[in-house]
Each structure stands twice: as C-alpha cells, then as structure tokens.
T-cell receptor
Framework: QQQVKQSPQSLIVQKGGISIINCAYE??????FPWYQQFPGKGPALLIA?????SEKKEGRFTISFNKSAKQFSLHIMDSQPGDSATYFC??????????????FGKGTHLIIQP | EAQVTQNPRYLITVTGKKLTVTCSQN?????MSWYRQDPGLGLRQIYY???????DKGDVPEGYKVSRKEKRNFPLILESPSPNQTSLYFC?????????????FGPGTRLTVL
C-alpha cells in the first residue's frame, strides 16, 4: 500500500517558469513533510520541509503548500533554472508519539528545466 | 566535514556470494537507515536503527541483515545476494533518536548481482 502518492513522474518546464509537483498522503498520523532533491550520482538532500501547523513555507524560490484537510502538499519552484533539473522526492513521517518510523517516500519526479 | 560515507560505491557480484556494504557517519547521529532506490519505485526503507544494538525492519527487509555495534557504523549485509537485489542503495542518518527528521544521505552504492 503506497502511503505517499507523487505526481507527475516527469516534468519539463521552460527556464523562468513555475514547476509544480504534487503529493498526497493517506496516514493522518504523518506530521512532517520534507522534500528531497537528488542530482545524478548523488544521494538525496533535504530541500525544504513543513509541519502541518502551517499552510505554506517558503525558502527562496522554493515553496511548500500544505492542505491538511485534503491530505495534500506540493512543491512550487518559482523562476525555474536549468540547475534545478533533478529528481524530487516528497516524503512523510511521524515525529510525535511512540515508535521509530522512517520516512515514507513518494516515487519521485524527474524535473527537466529547458534553457 | 559532516558526512555519511558508503563503501564500495560500485559493486558487481554473483548470485550467492556474501557481501557487505559499509556505512559510517561522523555526526554522532543516533538514527541510521538503509534504503534501496529502484526506477519507478522511489526510495524504500530496508532496515533502520534507533541506536547501538537496536535495529528494526523497514518496508523491504527480506534478504538483508544489518548490525549496529558502534554508533557511527551501520553495515548492510547480503548473505546470499540474488539478481532482484540489483539496485542503488543509500545509507542515511538522522540526529533525532527514534525519529526520521532530516536525514543525511550517503552517496549511494550501485550493486549489480549477476
């Protein structure tokens, strides 16, 4: 059972455009939603993360929008640049309560920014 | 430099030949984890460890073993590798004991089992 669904699988955006990647989750116990960026030949690296007590978090050109009632969150990349071309993973985990859950990842989005 | 290291980075082996992929972190993190990455499937957790001598299964543990004898090291062991274990493997660590939080990933180990 996939707990985090990510779309689209691949995305091509023109330089300067807005890239939007969407994720939906099922487990209402999730309370931490990070996005990871992965360049070819490298391990994923944390890009930006949000907790459900806010609806939006912005860091530079990257914004997470979070809709708790719809159980959805999305990554927006403004003024997309060729250097943003990478694979993006959304993820979710449970930071509160008992247990030691790991991150549950979406399947990834391969983003290409065309010059 | 704070980092997670993995060795080897590339490995080609044959079915049934035992192998170990090492993982080490220098950030004094309590939580360590192994993932495999396959096309179209994303990252799936194999095993994780909350602290020394504490390990537990993730989503896809079959065919793998781990150990955590020291805080900094978390080796992944394939006792009898099979072709379906051909994959890209990542080790990760997190400061928050018992919690995923921000995970720092190693550079990956590409394993091919013939």
């Amino acid at each position: 059972q996939q707990q985090v669904k990510q779309s689209p699988q691949s995305l091509i955006v023109q330089k300067g455009g807005i890239s939007i990647i969407n994720c939906a989750y099922e487990n209402t116990a999730f309370d931490y939603f990070p996005w990871y960026q992965q360049f070819p030949g490298k391990g994923p690296a944390l890009l930006i993360a949000i907790r459900p007590d806010v609806s939006e978090k912005k860091e530079g050109r990257f914004t997470i929008s979070f809709n708790k009632s719809a159980k959805q969150f999305s990554l927006h990349i403004m003024d997309s640049q060729p250097g943003d071309s990478a694979t993006y993973f959304c993820a979710a985990s449970r930071l509160s309560g008992g247990g030691a859950d790991g991150l549950t990842f979406g399947k990834g989005t391969h983003l290409i920014i065309q010059p | 430099e704070a980092q997670v290291t993995q060795n080897p980075r590339y490995l080609i082996t044959v079915t049934g030949k035992k192998l170990t992929v090492t993982c080490s972190q220098n950030m004094n993190h309590e939580y360590m984890s192994w993932y495999r990455q396959d096309p179209g499937l994303g990252l799936r957790q194999i095993y994780y460890s909350m602290n020394v001598e504490v390990t537990d299964k993730g989503d896809v543990p079959e065919g793998y073993k781990v150990s955590r004898k020291e805080k900094r090291n978390f080796p992944l062991i394939l006792e009898s590798p099979s072709p379906n274990q051909t994959s890209l493997y990542f080790c990760a660590s997190s400061l928050w004991g018992g919690r995923a939080g921000e995970q720092f990933f190693g550079p990956g180990t590409r394993l091919t089992v013939l």
